[in-house]
C-alpha cells in the first residue's frame, strides 16, 4: 500500500496518509472546487488501509470546512463507524486552536455520531 502526500494550497489542506504507520493527518483550510474529487482518493485509501490492517488513526487540524468538506469528512466518519463496529481500530485526534471555537463545535458534533475513539483537543494559542 503506498503513502499519500499532498501539499496544502489556499483552498485545500495538506494530507499525508501513512500507510506504515496506520495514520491519516489533514491540516489546513478545506474548501476546494470540488470536494468529492478531492477527498474520494484519500477516502479510498482509508479503505484500503483498513481492509488491509483493519487499524487506522486520524489527526485533524482542520481550520475551516465549507459545506461539501463537511459531507466528505461525515463519509471518512461512516468509514470509520463502520471498521470500528467490525472490530477494528480506529480513533480521531481532532485539534483545534483554543480563538477558534466554531470548530471545536463543529468536532463535538461530528463526535456525537461516533461511538469510537474520538478526542477534540485545544491547542494553546500562538503568540
Not at 16 to 32: C, E, N, Q
Not at 45 to 59: C, K, M, P, Y
Not at 107 to 115: G, V
Request: proline content about 3%.
Amino acid at each position: 500500500m503506498t503513502n499519500i502526500e499532498i501539499a496544502a494550497t489556499q483552498s485545500t489542506p495538506a494530507i499525508s496518509a501513512d500507510a506504515g504507520a496506520g495514520r491519516l493527518t489533514m491540516r489546513g483550510d478545506s474548501y476546494p472546487e470540488n470536494s468529492f474529487a478531492f477527498f474520494a482518493p484519500i477516502i479510498e485509501w482509508a479503505e484500503r488501509r483498513l481492509a488491509e490492517t483493519g487499524a487506522l488513526a486520524v489527526d485533524l487540524y482542520l481550520l475551516y470546512l465549507n459545506t461539501s468538506s463537511v459531507k466528505a469528512m461525515m463519509d471518512l466518519f461512516d468509514l470509520l463507524e463502520a471498521a470500528h463496529r467490525a472490530g477494528r481500530r480506529v480513533s480521531v485526534h481532532w485539534y483545534y486552536d483554543q480563538q477558534n471555537l466554531r470548530v471545536a463545535e463543529l468536532a463535538e458534533e461530528f463526535k456525537e455520531d461516533c461511538s469510537f475513539a474520538f478526542e477534540i483537543i485545544a491547542e494553546p494559542t500562538a503568540g
